[in-house]
């Protein structure tokens, strides 16, 4: 059978702590939003030029009795981040959870992208982890305690012969999640997930049915997954009872890299 989850548990322990969420109006950052909410926890709508969206997406939490606050930030900019999470620290309160999902993907063979291309995605992809981790972790630090939960790729692992530029992004993503783990661990738990292919406007540029059936036909599961299935994971990474959880990458990806 070829069930799809639908349902999403709520970690007691998440329940009133603060949870920035970047790329939250994306496909899977919405599924992750709800994931938090559905534990109670305090959430933090990140987006990069959709105020409108984002207002209307806090009108709705709030509205359901989630406490949440929209912030707008490129990712790439020390200033703008450093500005997002100090509002969100005085407005919603200093931020327990990180979760760096918010990314970027371009196709592009090494032989064919232009340097500009490259470090369009480096920059989204691993500078973005890089300055949201580096504002977050001084308060955690402070405190004692927090979570950082990084949004890596399948890709990272397997390679993809159109994706270059990608795939060595979320691989660096990795790497950082691993450093990162020792250098602030235990006080501050970091952790990553490695999906396979989703069903996201993040992959809706491309994927004809030849480039699902090409990218999905390897998968034990057979399809694409759905941002439900992957966002209940975040959530447990960020909750106590994923204590034992430093430096780890979790592979939900349906069965393509085994590891
Ligand atoms: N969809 C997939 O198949 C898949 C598979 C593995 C990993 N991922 C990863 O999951 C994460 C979420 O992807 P998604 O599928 O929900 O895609 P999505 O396109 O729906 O969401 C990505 C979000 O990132 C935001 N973003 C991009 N550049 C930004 C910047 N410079 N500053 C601030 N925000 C920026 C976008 O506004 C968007 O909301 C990404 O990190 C992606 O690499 C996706």
Same mark, same amino acid.
């Given at each position: 059978?070829?069930?799809?989850? %639908?349902?999403?548990?709520?970690?007691?322990?998440?329940?009133?702590?603060?949870?920035?969420?970047?790329g939250?109006?994306g496909g899977l950052g %919405?599924?992750?939003?709800?994931?938090?909410?559905?534990?109670?926890?305090?959430?933090?709508?990140?987006?990069?030029?959709?105020?409108?969206?984002?207002?209307?997406?806090?009108?709705?939490? %709030?509205?359901?009795?989630?406490?949440?606050?929209?912030?707008?930030?490129?990712? %790439?900019?020390?200033?703008?981040?450093?500005?997002?999470?100090?509002?969100?620290?005085?407005?919603?309160?200093?931020?327990?959870?990180?979760?760096?999902n918010a990314g970027y993907m371009?196709?592009?063979?090494?032989?064919?992208? *232009?340097?500009?291309?490259?470090?369009?995605?480096?920059?989204?992809?691993?500078?973005?982890?890089?300055?949201?981790?580096?504002?977050?972790?001084? *308060?955690?630090?402070?405190?004692?305690?927090?979570?950082?939960?990084?949004v890596?790729s399948?890709?990272?692992?397997?390679?993809?012969?159109? &994706?270059?530029?990608y795939?060595?992004?979320?691989?660096?993503?990795?790497?950082?999640?691993?450093?990162?783990?020792?250098?602030?661990?235990?006080?501050?738990?970091?952790?990553?997930?490695?999906p396979?292919p989703v069903d996201t406007p993040f992959i809706t540029p491309w994927a004809?049915?030849?480039?699902?059936?090409?990218?999905?036909?390897?998968?034990?599961?057979?399809?694409l997954?759905?941002p439900?299935?992957?966002?209940?994971?975040?959530?447990?990474?960020? *909750?106590?009872?994923?204590?034992? &959880? /430093?430096?780890?990458?979790? /592979?939900?990806?349906?069965?393509?890299?085994?590891?």
């Amino acid at each position: 059978m070829n069930a799809q989850a %639908t349902t999403t548990t709520a970690h007691p322990s998440l329940r009133g702590r603060t949870v920035l969420v970047t790329g939250a109006l994306g496909g899977l950052g %919405t599924a992750i939003v709800d994931a938090f909410a559905a534990s109670e926890a305090r959430v933090a709508v990140h987006h990069l030029g959709q105020a409108g969206e984002a207002a209307e997406r806090v009108r709705r939490l %709030t509205e359901a009795g989630t406490a949440a606050m929209a912030v707008e930030a490129d990712i %790439t900019d020390w200033d703008a981040v450093e500005g997002m999470v100090a509002r969100v620290g005085s407005e919603l309160g200093p931020i327990d959870v990180l979760v760096n999902n918010a990314g970027y993907m371009a196709p592009g063979r090494l032989a064919e992208i *232009s340097l500009e291309e490259w470090r369009k995605t480096l920059t989204v992809d691993l500078d973005g982890v890089f300055l949201c981790s580096r504002h977050v972790l001084g *308060s955690m630090l402070e405190r004692g305690a927090g979570v950082i939960v990084n949004v890596s790729s399948q890709l990272a692992f397997k390679g993809a012969r159109d &994706y270059v530029s990608y795939c060595a992004a979320k691989a660096g993503v990795a790497g950082l999640t691993r450093a990162l783990a020792r250098e602030v661990g235990p006080a501050v738990r970091v952790n990553a997930i490695a999906p396979g292919p989703v069903d996201t406007p993040f992959i809706t540029p491309w994927a004809t049915e030849e480039w699902k059936r090409e990218r999905t036909g390897d998968l034990v599961i057979g399809r694409l997954a759905t941002p439900e299935e992957i966002a209940p994971t975040v959530a447990f990474l960020a *909750s106590d009872d994923a204590a034992l &959880y /430093h430096g780890q990458v979790l /592979h939900l990806n349906g069965g393509g890299v085994m590891a």
